[in-house]
C-alpha cells in the first residue's frame, strides 16, 4: 500500500487562514479607525433598536474602540485556530510516515490522532518535538500571541495576574522587519512603515531590510492593543513558523528514508510529495 502526503497542501491549510484572518481584521480594523465610518446599527428602519441612532461623538469613538478590540480578539482567535488545524495535519501525516515500512496500525493512528486534536496549541507544539523532532523556530513566541489571544477573548483585553506567567506583564513577542536606508558614510535612516506620504531620501545609499524581534508589553489592567502594521507582521509570522514545521517534517521523512517524488524537486517550503 501506497500512501503520499503533500506537505504543500499541508501547508495550504495554514496559508488559507491567514489570507482570511488578514482580510477580516482588514475590513473591521479599517473601519473602526474611519472617522467617516458611524453606521453602528445593524438595520436603520426596523421597530427592534437597541441605541438611539443619534448618540454623541464620543459614544460613537467607545463604540469603535470597542469594535476594533473585538475584531482583534476574534482575527487573534482565528488565527491561533488556523495553526492548531494546520498542526492537527501535520500530526497526521508524520503519524502515516512513522509507519513506512510497516503495515499501518490505523487503530494506533486514529486513537493518538485523535487525543493530539483535542490539545491546546502549546502541547500540540509540545507533541510534535517529542515524537516526531518537528518544531517552529519561535515556539515561545507563538505562545506568547496565543496569550494575548486568550486574554482578548475571555477578559475583553484588560490584562489580568494570569496572563503575566507570573510576573507583572503581558509580553507578546514576534519576528518583524525594518525598512532602512544605508548611507555610504556608514550612517541609516529609518524608513517608517507603512508610509501614507512619500519620504524624501538623500543619497548616495541603498534600501535594506533588517529582520528584528517585536516586543509589546501589557501591565496588569491595561488593555492588549495591535496596530494595523504589528497584526500584519503576526500574520506573517504564521506563515514563516509553517514554513519552519514543515520544513522540520520534510527533514522528519527523510531521516525515516522515505523516498520524494523526482518529478517535484524538494525547495525550503516543502514542495514535494513523500512516498510511504
Not at 482567535?77 to 498542526?87: D, G, H, N, S
Not at 501525516?93 to 510497516?102: E, Q
Not at 500571541?145 to 495576574?161: E, F, S, Y
Not at 528514508?257 to 510511504?276: H, Q, T, V, W, Y
Amino acid at each position: 500500500m501506497n500512501v503520499f502526503v503533500d506537505f504543500q497542501a499541508v501547508k495550504e491549510v495554514c496559508i488559507q487562514g491567514v489570507r482570511r484572518t488578514s482580510v477580516f481584521m482588514g475590513l473591521g480594523v479599517n473601519a473602526a479607525l474611519d472617522p467617516d465610518f458611524k453606521k453602528y446599527q445593524l438595520l436603520d428602519v426596523t421597530p427592534i433598536q437597541f441605541l438611539p441612532s443619534d448618540v454623541n461623538e464620543d459614544t460613537l469613538r467607545r463604540f469603535k474602540s470597542e469594535f476594533c478590540t473585538w475584531v482583534v480578539a476574534s482575527g487573534l482567535r482565528e488565527l491561533i485556530e488556523t495553526f492548531a488545524v494546520f498542526l492537527d495535519h501535520v500530526h497526521y501525516s508524520c503519524m502515516l510516515l512513522s509507519f513506512h515500512g510497516k503495515r499501518i496500525d490505523v487503530a494506533e493512528l486514529f486513537s493518538k490522532n485523535k487525543k493530539f486534536c483535542r490539545d491546546g496549541v502549546k502541547d500540540k507544539i509540545t507533541a510534535l518535538k517529542d515524537a516526531f523532532g518537528i518544531a517552529p523556530a519561535h515556539p515561545d513566541m507563538l505562545l506568547s500571541i496565543n496569550q494575548a489571544r486568550h486574554c482578548l477573548v475571555h477578559r475583553r483585553g484588560l490584562v489580568a495576574r494570569q496572563d503575566c506567567a507570573g510576573g507583572d506583564m503581558l509580553s507578546v513577542k514576534w519576528p518583524g522587519f525594518d525598512l532602512y536606508m544605508a548611507h555610504t558614510n556608514g550612517q541609516e535612516t529609518p524608513i517608517p512603515l507603512p508610509m501614507k506620504q512619500g519620504m524624501v531620501l538623500q543619497g548616495p545609499g541603498s534600501i535594506n531590510v533588517r529582520s528584528t524581534v517585536r516586543s509589546r508589553d501589557f501591565a496588569i489592567g491595561t488593555l492588549v492593543t495591535f496596530s494595523p502594521a504589528e497584526l500584519s507582521e503576526i500574520c506573517h509570522f504564521a506563515i514563516v513558523a509553517a514554513d519552519e514545521v514543515i520544513s522540520s517534517a520534510v527533514n522528519y521523512a527523510q531521516q525515516m528514508g522515505i523516498p520524494f517524488k523526482d518529478s517535484m524537486p524538494l525547495d525550503g517550503n516543502g514542495r514535494k510529495l513523500a512516498e510511504n
